[in-house]
């Protein structure tokens, strides 16, 4: 898988100016769990590069991938969304899988923060993580880009839709 990784991550250098291959490499390979972490956003279809350093100086990895990933849609928000529904429940839940992966639901800013350097979600849309105030009430919040530009929105967190899956991240 790392060369897997290293071919994308040399093909997207706009993601991380300034950072090195080898320097990241070198911190994959002393971290065994988020080796297997990120082989499972691969196999998910999300597709995670690396979009540099935090500010406390460890590397940020997210789903990269063009369209929300393709093994994790049709999913509601969370677990407690999915008992709720009545009728035709889905398989899961983002905030499950993700938990499941070892990963967060990206939030607002680290969606927006992605957009920056793609275009992402043209055809899709992907669940990020909810403030409480928001969730406590029923909702929870997905983002997507249109027309140009890349739009926040919300819906019942029990609703599931084919093309709204997820994104995650992880940080090393």
């Known amino acids: 898988m790392l060369e897997h990784w290293k071919t994308r991550f040399l093909e997207h250098m706009e993601r991380h100016p300034g950072l090195s291959w080898e320097t990241a490499e070198?911190?994959?390979s002393g971290d065994p769990q988020a080796l297997e972490?990120?082989?499972r956003m691969e196999a998910s279809g999300g597709e995670p590069d690396?979009?540099?350093w935090t500010d406390d100086g460890r590397l940020l990895f997210c789903d990269c991938a063009p369209e929300s990933p393709a093994?994790?849609?049709s999913l509601c928000y969370d677990e407690e969304a999915r008992r709720s529904r009545r009728k035709n429940p889905?398989?899961?839940s983002a905030a499950q899988q993700a938990w499941e992966m070892g990963v967060e639901l990206m939030p607002e800013a680290l969606?927006?923060?992605?957009?920056?350097?793609?275009?992402?979600?043209?055809k899709s849309s992907s669940w990020i993580a909810t403030p409480p105030d928001i969730r406590s009430r029923g909702g929870a919040l997905f983002c997507e880009r249109r027309?140009?530009?890349?739009?926040?929105f919300h819906n019942g967190a029990d609703s599931y839709y084919a093309v709204r899956g997820?994104?995650?991240?992880l940080i090393i």
Do not use: H
């Open 26 to 28: 070198q911190r994959l």
């Open 37 to 39: 972490t990120l082989r």
């Open 50 to 52: 690396t979009l540099g």
């Open 71 to 73: 093994g994790r849609r």
């Open 90 to 92: 889905p398989v899961g």
């Open 111 to 122: 969606y927006l923060r992605l957009q920056t350097l793609g275009q992402f979600d043209l």
């Open 147 to 152: 027309y140009g530009r890349v739009f926040t």
């Open 166 to 169: 997820w994104r995650g991240y």
